[in-house]
């Protein structure tokens, strides 16, 4: 403020009118005012406040503010912690907005990790489950976080239409956000529900994608009362019609309520939301018999899966989250959610027999409902001790599921062919008989201390989590085919130090604590859980904050144990551990007027040891490239040339991999061209926006991934088009 008042003075003016009432009413300025724009004070952390005062430990309503060139966000979650800023935080995270999801047309989760070199799906596209890998490591979906809740969001692929961030943690995260349902010990993927702003937003948009799939979405928010203290937003989306893929068919259907309420010292917000998704023939992983060189890919619009296979999922949720400022540096919190889904498929698991490409699939139908419900209680909280700020934070957690599981083997196997798939006739519908039911009670407490000194340019970061673990799985008859009852505690410590402002150097050590790799779909003990056990990680970086650019580098090794397949009898086990060490580096933001660029690279050597009989110990690990690589841009064409155009592209690059353990199976190297478009003008006072995007422009034929024993297709030539309307 003394920066605009002081010239102002110096200049001879009698005042200086800063504001929207004046310029609303030009009329109360004096004769010689000089009217500005509206200003505010915002800090990083998203909260407009008096830069005097610490900053606010709540997170309702304080998004932190988007980086420059709004791609991603300066920073995000940080489980319990609260919100901070990307550069103050000594783990690897990448936040992205929901102005990056609206401009690449993304439809689902995959669409947005795939701006992360770190991040690689597991799935092939149109599938109904986005897994991912982080860092060389299988992320769960059912891990997937909701406004940092486990058990939330959908398992299958969630929406993305009400979400204002996608939070990506890079490395263990059960110290700050628990025990996740799944065990997924590597890697957290946070999704942040959108909230309404100031400024009243109706934006409808009409939506195109290749060869025929169409719908159309809608984006409502208003404030009201005074001080605009209760936000209603209400997003909606239906799409239906044909994929890219032959004979495939995808419908959507999804309607989310976002309500917050801000006041003085306390703040609430309430989600709620339901999706219904069917999909037909949709794109499943392949299996690949030992010993099998695998082929190379078909053309990706071809699809070996038979037409008459259905998945129907449903998944409604809802979560209250309340906070209370006890003094100006003390914040009490909670939160309790649940969520709802059933789901049943109809379909094949394909397995590849030969060089040759032939393939033999099996019948399998299954039937499951969802139950889960999770609630946390906290306190946030600075205390100055001399010279000493401590930032401390406590938490109690509780998670609960119920999940009954029936499945059923067809009686017949389909003989196919990868390059000229074969169809039959829809066969009668196995029945699905009960399996088994998953019981899950997940308790955990955890406590951490931030200390800091010489204004924040030296941090000590120590804490730990209590995490209890029961899960059962009952049996139809009676009784149980496993019991689990496992309790430990997870240390986290880590050091920040900044020997100059815009620069931060850190080591952090974390660990997680999970059931160990899943059993996937195709295994015939899919449900099965392994006892817990740890994951470790240590990760020391530097992040330089160049405003309007930002650079982080982070070097990083983890362990965890490895579980492998069998391709004949497709039971899944755990043979030895992995250990991938490697290097992330990141850069984003706005280098030059009308530039932004979001890229990266991800170097990681992933090694099996303490394998059964030693016999694949020193060997790389399944589904772990040595190098991702991501580049990607936008350019706003000069006003004198094009007036409103924006040009996009991006390139994603992704080394060789391995399919199997003993090293014998292997995919090449891939890479992937994107390309886009888009012009915002106005017509009768209506800004409007048309977008056009193209995914694998080149039309490249590629094996995405060989992680966690399947094999998945790559993007095919895909084109997305949109047309956005902002009333």
Request: no cysteine.
């Given at each position: 403020m003394r920066g605009l008042l002081i010239p102002a003075l110096a200049a001879g003016l009698s005042a200086v009118a800063i504001g929207r009432a004046l310029a609303q009413d030009p009329a109360r300025a004096a004769p010689q005012a000089v009217t500005l724009d509206e200003l505010s004070v915002e800090s990083r952390d998203g909260a407009a406040r008096d830069p005097g005062l610490p900053p606010p430990t709540g997170t309702i309503g304080r998004a932190p503010a988007p980086f420059a060139g709004g791609q991603v966000a300066s920073g995000g979650r940080v489980g319990f912690l609260g919100n901070r800023s990307v550069f103050d935080t000594p783990f690897t995270q990448s936040n992205y907005t929901e102005e990056l999801i609206r401009n690449q047309q993304a439809q689902t989760l995959a669409d947005v990790f795939a701006n992360n070199p770190s991040v690689r799906d597991q799935q092939p596209p149109f599938g109904s489950q986005p897994s991912t890998f982080i860092r060389g490591f299988y992320v769960n979906s059912r891990d997937y976080a909701f406004d940092g809740l486990y058990g939330i969001t959908n398992t299958y692929r969630p929406a993305v239409e009400g979400i204002e961030r996608v939070e990506i943690l890079s490395g263990p995260g059960a110290f700050l956000y628990g025990f996740p349902p799944s065990g997924s010990a590597v890697g957290v993927i946070n999704l942040v529900p959108k909230r309404a702003a100031a400024t009243p937003l109706t934006r409808v948009t009409a939506q195109y994608l290749s060869t025929g799939h169409a719908g159309g979405t809608f984006d409502v928010g208003r404030r009201f009362g005074d001080g605009d203290a209760v936000g209603v937003r209400v997003n909606g989306a239906y799409r239906n019609g044909a994929t890219p893929i032959d004979h495939q068919n995808l419908g959507l259907g999804f309607l989310s309520l976002g309500l917050d309420v801000r006041g003085e010292a306390l703040r609430l917000s309430l989600d709620?939301?339901?999706?219904?998704?069917?999909?037909?023939?949709?794109?499943?992983?392949?299996?690949?018999?030992?010993?099998?060189?695998?082929?190379?890919?078909?053309?990706?619009?071809?699809?070996?899966?038979?037409?008459?296979?259905?998945?129907?999922?449903?998944?409604?949720?809802?979560?209250?989250?309340?906070?209370?400022?006890?003094?100006?540096?003390?914040?009490?919190?909670?939160?309790?959610?649940?969520?709802?889904?059933?789901?049943?498929?109809?379909?094949?698991?394909?397995?590849?027999?030969?060089?040759?490409?032939?393939?033999?699939?099996?019948?399998?139908?299954?039937?499951?409902?969802?139950?889960?419900?999770?609630?946390?209680?906290?306190?946030?909280?600075?205390?100055?001790?001399?010279?000493?700020?401590?930032?401390?934070?406590?938490?109690?957690?509780?998670?609960?599921?119920?999940?009954?599981?029936?499945?059923?083997?067809?009686?017949?196997?389909?003989?196919?062919?990868?390059?000229?798939?074969?169809?039959?006739?829809?066969?009668?519908?196995?029945?699905?008989?009960?399996?088994?039911?998953?019981?899950?009670?997940?308790?955990?407490?955890?406590v951490t201390d931030t200390a800091s000194i010489l204004d924040g340019r030296v941090e000590l970061m120590a804490g730990g989590r209590f995490q209890a673990v029961r899960r059962d799985l009952a049996l139809p008859g009676g009784g149980f085919s496993s019991r689990y009852d496992k309790?430990?505690?997870?240390?986290?410590?880590?050091?920040?130090?900044?020997?100059?402002?815009?620069?931060?150097?850190?080591?952090?050590?974390?660990?997680?604590?999970?059931?160990?790799?899943?059993?996937?779909?195709?295994?015939?003990?899919?449900?099965?859980?392994?006892p817990p056990v740890r994951t470790s990680q240590i990760e020391t970086g530097a992040k330089l904050d160049l405003d309007p650019v930002g650079v982080t580098l982070a070097f990083f090794e983890i362990a965890q144990p490895s579980g492998i397949l069998d391709p004949r009898t497709f039971v899944f086990s755990l043979n030895g551990e992995q250990h991938n060490q490697g290097i992330d580096l990141a850069v984003f933001g706005a280098p030059a007027e009308g530039v932004r660029v979001l890229a990266g690279l991800t170097l990681i050597d992933g090694r099996l040891s303490k394998t059964a009989g030693r016999a694949y110990?020193?060997?790389?690990?399944?589904?772990?490239?040595?190098?991702?690589?991501?580049?990607?841009?936008?350019?706003?064409?000069?006003?004198?040339?094009?007036?409103g155009v924006t040009l996009t592209g991006r390139v994603i690059y992704t080394a060789s991999q391995y399919y199997d353990q003993a090293n014998t199976q292997t995919i090449p190297d891939w890479t992937r061209l994107d390309l886009g478009i888009r012009h915002s003008f106005t017509v009768n006072g209506t800004p409007l926006t048309a977008r056009f995007n193209v995914e694998n422009a080149a039309g490249v034929r590629y094996w995405a991934s060989t992680g966690y024993n399947a094999l998945s297709y790559g993007t095919p030539r895909t084109f997305l088009a949109s047309l956005t309307a902002d009333f």
């Amino acid at each position: 403020m003394r920066g605009l008042l002081i010239p102002a003075l110096a200049a001879g003016l009698s005042a200086v009118a800063i504001g929207r009432a004046l310029a609303q009413d030009p009329a109360r300025a004096a004769p010689q005012a000089v009217t500005l724009d509206e200003l505010s004070v915002e800090s990083r952390d998203g909260a407009a406040r008096d830069p005097g005062l610490p900053p606010p430990t709540g997170t309702i309503g304080r998004a932190p503010a988007p980086f420059a060139g709004g791609q991603v966000a300066s920073g995000g979650r940080v489980g319990f912690l609260g919100n901070r800023s990307v550069f103050d935080t000594p783990f690897t995270q990448s936040n992205y907005t929901e102005e990056l999801i609206r401009n690449q047309q993304a439809q689902t989760l995959a669409d947005v990790f795939a701006n992360n070199p770190s991040v690689r799906d597991q799935q092939p596209p149109f599938g109904s489950q986005p897994s991912t890998f982080i860092r060389g490591f299988y992320v769960n979906s059912r891990d997937y976080a909701f406004d940092g809740l486990y058990g939330i969001t959908n398992t299958y692929r969630p929406a993305v239409e009400g979400i204002e961030r996608v939070e990506i943690l890079s490395g263990p995260g059960a110290f700050l956000y628990g025990f996740p349902p799944s065990g997924s010990a590597v890697g957290v993927i946070n999704l942040v529900p959108k909230r309404a702003a100031a400024t009243p937003l109706t934006r409808v948009t009409a939506q195109y994608l290749s060869t025929g799939h169409a719908g159309g979405t809608f984006d409502v928010g208003r404030r009201f009362g005074d001080g605009d203290a209760v936000g209603v937003r209400v997003n909606g989306a239906y799409r239906n019609g044909a994929t890219p893929i032959d004979h495939q068919n995808l419908g959507l259907g999804f309607l989310s309520l976002g309500l917050d309420v801000r006041g003085e010292a306390l703040r609430l917000s309430l989600d709620a939301g339901y999706q219904h998704l069917d999909l037909d023939a949709e794109s499943n992983g392949l299996t690949v018999l030992r010993g099998v060189r695998i082929p190379r890919a078909p053309r990706l619009t071809l699809n070996v899966q038979q037409p008459w296979e259905r998945s129907d999922i449903e998944h409604g949720f809802g979560v209250l989250r309340a906070e209370y400022d006890l003094a100006p540096d003390a914040t009490l919190f909670g939160a309790v959610g649940g969520s709802l889904a059933t789901r049943d498929f109809f379909r094949t698991q394909s397995t590849i027999t030969d060089a040759a490409g032939r393939l033999q699939q099996q019948i399998r139908t299954v039937s499951a409902d969802n139950r889960q419900w999770r609630g946390e209680v906290g306190l946030r909280a600075r205390i100055d001790t001399g010279p000493i700020r401590h930032s401390v934070a406590v938490v109690a957690t509780h998670y609960a599921m119920d999940e009954p599981f029936a499945t059923a083997l067809g009686p017949q196997q389909i003989r196919s062919a990868l390059y000229a798939p074969v169809l039959v006739a829809r066969p009668d519908r196995p029945v699905p008989r009960p399996n088994v039911t998953t019981l899950s009670e997940l308790d955990g407490l955890a406590v951490t201390d931030t200390a800091s000194i010489l204004d924040g340019r030296v941090e000590l970061m120590a804490g730990g989590r209590f995490q209890a673990v029961r899960r059962d799985l009952a049996l139809p008859g009676g009784g149980f085919s496993s019991r689990y009852d496992k309790s430990a505690a997870t240390p986290m410590t880590a050091l920040i130090v900044k020997p100059w402002d815009r620069l931060s150097l850190y080591a952090s050590y974390a660990e997680g604590f999970g059931f160990g790799p899943n059993p996937p779909g195709s295994a015939v003990n899919a449900g099965a859980t392994f006892p817990p056990v740890r994951t470790s990680q240590i990760e020391t970086g530097a992040k330089l904050d160049l405003d309007p650019v930002g650079v982080t580098l982070a070097f990083f090794e983890i362990a965890q144990p490895s579980g492998i397949l069998d391709p004949r009898t497709f039971v899944f086990s755990l043979n030895g551990e992995q250990h991938n060490q490697g290097i992330d580096l990141a850069v984003f933001g706005a280098p030059a007027e009308g530039v932004r660029v979001l890229a990266g690279l991800t170097l990681i050597d992933g090694r099996l040891s303490k394998t059964a009989g030693r016999a694949y110990d020193g060997h790389v690990a399944p589904g772990v490239p040595g190098l991702q690589a991501n580049l990607g841009g936008e350019v706003d064409l000069p006003a004198w040339m094009l007036p409103g155009v924006t040009l996009t592209g991006r390139v994603i690059y992704t080394a060789s991999q391995y399919y199997d353990q003993a090293n014998t199976q292997t995919i090449p190297d891939w890479t992937r061209l994107d390309l886009g478009i888009r012009h915002s003008f106005t017509v009768n006072g209506t800004p409007l926006t048309a977008r056009f995007n193209v995914e694998n422009a080149a039309g490249v034929r590629y094996w995405a991934s060989t992680g966690y024993n399947a094999l998945s297709y790559g993007t095919p030539r895909t084109f997305l088009a949109s047309l956005t309307a902002d009333f």
